[in-house]
């Protein structure tokens, strides 16, 4: 069982900045990829970014460039650095956790077996 908690969601006003994140615990070792997700009112839930074990990322047409996917693989600290932060980014984001191979699903929530409680994300003026 792996432990999943985030934190660092907030409110920022448009092309502003926020950091985001997701300390794993437990069974650490059974991870290949993790990653983050959002949802936001209404929405299906969507992958944003994701890396694997060798540091393959992954991301979401609509915030490359504008957000980065990092991990500290000693500590197990997944985060998400968010610039240039638009209305439309506004959310609530998970982190998750998989198994296996995740490959071309490393943005498909079906492909993650172990979620964070979420962390509010809100752009507004």
């Known amino acids: 069982q792996v432990h999943l908690v985030e934190a660092g969601g907030g409110s920022v006003q448009p092309g502003g900045s926020l950091s985001l994140s997701c300390t794993a615990r437990?069974?650490?070792?059974?991870?290949?990829?993790m990653g983050w997700f959002r949802q936001a009112p209404g929405k299906e839930r969507e992958g944003v970014a994701a890396i694997d074990s060798d540091s393959y990322t992954r991301y979401a047409d609509s915030v490359k460039g504008r957000f980065t996917i990092t991990k500290d693989y000693a500590k197990n600290i997944l985060y998400l650095q968010m610039n240039s932060l638009k209305f439309e980014d506004t959310a609530m984001y998970y982190c998750?956790?998989?198994?296996?191979?995740?490959?071309?699903?490393?943005?498909?929530?079906?492909?993650?077996?172990?979620w964070g409680q979420g962390t509010q994300v809100t752009v507004s003026s």
């Open positions: 998750a956790a998989g198994r296996g191979f995740l490959g071309w699903r490393m943005l498909r929530d079906y492909a993650y077996d172990y």
């Open positions: 437990g069974n650490t070792d059974s991870m290949s990829a």
